[in-house]
């Protein structure tokens, strides 16, 4: 069974750093893209930021731009979020995402390009 468990959201300050892990069993990570989305409440899911299946390439929603940085340690089978600098508006329940083609030198930013997903961590940022 294909699990992939999001941890690390909880409750922080505006200007404060949180450091989300996505930790996946059942199969292997690397050669998957991975990505990570969020949904706020009454909002639909958006993407955050992406990592191809060797971590060469990545990419950030505008939004978080300069503020997360996506990782992953493929030995470990797990992906890392970082995220600094949060903001009120980063609120959300952040899930984290695997395609289930191999993808060595390509990420995704769109959802319905994934397959496998977490069941998701909450962040929230006060002001």
């Known amino acids: 069974q294909v699990q992939h468990v999001e941890s690390g959201g909880g409750l922080v300050q505006a200007g404060g750093s949180l450091r989300l892990s996505c930790a996946a069993s059942?199969?292997?990570?690397?050669?998957?893209?991975m990505g990570w989305f969020r949904q706020a409440p009454g909002k639909e899911r958006e993407f955050v930021a992406a990592?191809?299946?060797?971590?060469?390439?990545?990419a950030y929603a505008d939004s978080v731009k300069g503020r997360f940085t996506i990782s992953r340690d493929n030995p470990k089978n797990t992906v890392y979020l970082q995220m600094n600098s949060l903001l009120p508006e980063d609120t959300a329940v952040y899930y984290c995402?695997?395609?289930?083609?191999?993808?060595?030198?390509?990420?995704?930013?769109?959802?319905?390009?994934?397959?496998?997903w977490g069941q998701g961590t909450q962040v929230t940022v006060s002001s």
């Open positions: 995402a695997a395609t289930i083609i191999y993808s060595s030198e390509t990420y995704y930013k769109t959802a319905n390009q994934y397959y496998y």
């Open positions: 059942g199969r292997p990570i690397s050669g998957s893209a």
């Open positions: 990592i191809s299946g060797s971590g060469g390439s990545t």
